[in-house]
């Protein structure tokens, strides 16, 4: 009788010393049941037919030969409908990252992370969670964070009017202390206002004390 306690899991790994390392770890923990392994998404697949055990969670690489391990998981969700697919990789570039994650991997998981991590993700993704490695988790909160936009490239004399404004001129001041016409900063106010995309004078202001200009 399969102990359903206990968290079944598969890798897929083709660079032995990994597999090894974390086979080893796992067999010291009660509460993980190696089930089975495989070198590629085909040699899995075909070797899996015969076994009753089915998986919890599925380590997998990205780098196999054969068919990538991307490429497998949709095979291996097919194969194995309610399984948790978990990368261990050592791709961190967003590219790999959110095509694993459209293709149904539910964590990604760097193999710099330490071997009590990775046991640690097991359990947590067993139980219906999500792990990241912590750079990955950056890159993703990164990755939809708003972004931030750039100040606005203005010109000399216009960055001078800017300054004068915002020392609470008037037009007229701002004139004569460049020795300008009104006309003329009337006409540098309107090409500030449409480079910045603003309406009045309040939104000016409020650009220059935060940066934006």
Do not use: W
Not at 55 to 60: A, D, E, G, K, S
Not at 145 to 157: D, G, V
Not at 170 to 184: E, F, G, H, N, R
Request: charged content about 25%.
């Amino acid at each position: 009788m399969i102990d359903l306690t206990v968290i079944q899991v598969a890798i897929i790994e083709d660079e032995r010393v990994v597999l090894d390392s974390l086979m080893a770890f796992m067999g010291k923990d009660p509460s993980i049941n190696v089930v089975h392994t495989g070198y590629s998404i085909e040699d899995f697949l075909s070797s899996a037919k015969g076994k009753k055990t089915t998986p919890n969670v599925i380590l997998l690489d990205v780098n196999l030969p054969g068919i990538s391990g991307i490429d497998g998981i949709a095979p291996l969700k097919k194969q194995y409908p309610g399984v948790n697919i978990v990368i261990l990789t050592t791709f961190e570039d967003s590219d790999h990252i959110f095509r694993a994650l459209k293709a149904g991997a539910c964590s990604y998981i760097s193999k710099q992370t330490s071997l009590l991590l990775i046991g640690e993700a097991i359990k947590i993704v067993a139980k219906g969670g999500a792990y990241m490695s912590p750079a990955i988790a950056r890159k993703i909160v990164g990755y939809f964070a708003p972004e931030k936009k750039k100040p606005k490239n203005l010109t000399e004399r216009q960055n001078e009017i800017v300054a004068l404004i915002v020392e609470g001129k008037s037009y007229k001041m701002v004139a004569d202390s460049l020795c300008v016409s009104i006309d003329t900063v009337r006409s540098h106010i309107k090409n500030i206002y449409r480079q910045l995309e603003i309406n009045s004078k309040a939104e000016l202001i409020r650009k220059s004390y935060n940066g934006e200009l």
